[in-house]
DNA sequence: GTGGTCTAGACCACG
DNA sequence: GTGGTCTAGACCACT
């Protein structure tokens, strides 16, 4: 898979990675058992630092999303336990203040959730193909 | 309106005032017209510098959230132009990431929306009080 | 003549009010021994401060466009010595930064010129009218 | 580039250092892709504060001058799109007060526009140098 | 070593 | 008393 870092975000890079391999995985471009390249390749075919990337792997592998594997590094795991009342929680921390921007912009919330499902449906459908 | 930061947070104080502001005014609880305390007095009162109440104020004002009066300070501001096409790129780019996320853990479309829909609701509830 | 200050620009009220003057003399609106309103009167019925139309009128009186009479208060005065030195060496400093900025910005130097001449004629076409 | 404030002038110090770069860059000193000095570094250099460079960077990226880049710092960005509408408004906002001062001192129109002319030249024959 | 964030304290312009 | 500007020094996140 392709990973595309954006210099000029505000967002920083290892968060870029993070966030890139994440909807790699919810594609399914990412699949059970593959392996992630080395932290050494990945540094070096995008051209920033070894940390930046072992920063990201290591955010990924607290959340559950790879596991790192001795002999084939970092391993994407797809099975991953919703610790539901965390995740539940921290959405919602994350959308109030998204969802009260738009809101105070004017958008309704029909608008909102088309937007909403579109993205959604954009990792289920991509994700068929994955099957 | 009472503003409470979280000094523990890894978000930047004075983003979480400006996040608290945007849904003070999502909530009718800030109303148009309405004067935002002085920097000094808010600085004061939430006990943080007042630099940095400066600098919330700074990107409410950016947002076209408040508006600067020479004579009454910031002032609350409802009419917002909505940049439309910005803002469903700026929202897609947001949201995203954090439905990819939720999307690998899991959770179903009709569970996300579900949410959504409910913070979306507590906005607008809220702002018929308002009125 | 009608002031209308914006008490949500950047640019100080005693400005605006100096240069809403000058340019009421420009357009021939303010013509020569005409009195100002006195600083109270006007003060009242633009809501602002005494001290703010002071200060306006103050730099209106350095730069010579108004004489201050014991008995008529503030008085237009449109024929003044040009200090011409003085007044290229300002100018050119004033507008070096403008004239930059466009210029990094694309625009042409017909363009500028031509908007230029569109604004000194606007003055001298209201001049002709108060003859 | 050499950049010299004038600490006795009254316009701020992060002004200064955002005209003189915009001129740089009008004048073909900045060429694109080039990198400023870090903050740290030029506010050394000059003898102020870090935080007054950091106002004036932050600036001169609002206003598209230059890309704040994770690896190479302050980027100078020449490839600006130019918001026709909103520049024109703007131009004609800050010249109107100028123009109708040196009207008002008499000077005339074929004056005026053989100063800006001169000003603007001076920026394109120094950008012929540049190429 | 970089920029981002926060604090603290000072002076001035503005109203 | 207000916000705007500037300084100084500190810690942290990022690369």
């Not at 390749?41 to 051209?47: K, V």
């Not at 336990?81 to 105070?104: Q, S, T, W, Y």
């Amino acid at each position: 898979m392709l990973l595309a870092v954006d210099f000029q975000s505000d967002v920083p890079i290892y968060i870029q990675l993070k966030q890139q391999i994440i909807e790699g995985i919810a594609r399914g471009r990412l699949a059970e058992g593959e392996s992630l390249p080395s932290v050494r390749q990945l540094a070096q075919d995008i051209g920033i630092n070894l940390h930046t990337v072992n920063k990201a792997y290591s955010l990924l592998k607290e959340g559950g999303f790879i596991i790192m594997d001795r002999r084939k590094g970092a391993v994407i795991n797809t099975r991953q336990a919703m610790a539901a009342g965390d995740c539940r929680e921290k959405l919602r921390d994350e959308l109030a203040p998204i969802i009260a921007e738009v809101f105070c912009k004017g958008m309704k919330e029909e608008e909102l959730i088309q937007e909403i499902a579109r993205i959604y449906k954009s990792f289920s459908e991509d994700g068929k193909h994955g099957l």
